[in-house]
């Protein structure tokens, strides 16, 4: 794997399946002109290709399980070395377990790790309506009930490592409490 990304400000956006990452990402990508890549669209393509290997992708997207990390990285990196203008990179959904975040670091952005993670909290009965919600929809073949559960599951037994690992960078940034911030100084205007 050929390493030539240059050292544009690249943030990473995770949380578990519905907390509403894509949908921010989005609104943040366009507001600083940043570029999104959302693994799970680009995986998604991926999982539409008539071959072999997309036919796995999609099955393993569709059990609600997680695509091996080689694969996942490569495409990643692939995506960043295409748009090598950009001023800053997006990246929701990733890393999802503790070897992504550390194999980032060896192949990708050699010995640097991204300059923040945004780290989105939310209750596990919200992320379940809003993935019914949107199964209704049929936007996603993935908001079915039993993927739903798998998804939820391979979160929180993968997050917590993660989460300790940014942490310990001190890079985690979690905009709960910015808005816990902002109440506080609302009401220190009171007192
Ligand atoms: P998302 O669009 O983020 O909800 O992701 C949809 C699906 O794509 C997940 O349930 C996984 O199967 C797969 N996926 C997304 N991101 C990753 C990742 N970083 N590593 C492995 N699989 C992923």
Redesign the pocket.
Known sequence: MEVKLKSQTIIFVIGG??SG??TQCERLAAKYEFQHL???????AE?GRPTGQGRQ?KD??????????G??LDL?NDNMLKREEAKGFLI??????LT?AKEFERLVRVGRPPNIVIVFDCSTETMIQRLLLRGQTGQ?A?DHEA?IR??LE?HYSLCEPLIAYYQHKNLLRNPEDAIFTKCCSVIDGLL
């Open positions: 399946p519905g990452k894509g959302g693994v799970g669209n680009l995986l998604r999982a992708i393993i997207m569709l059990k609600g399980a997680l695509v091996p990390s694969f996942v990643l929701d959904g990733f890393p999802r377990e992504q996603r993935d993927s798998q998804r391979t």
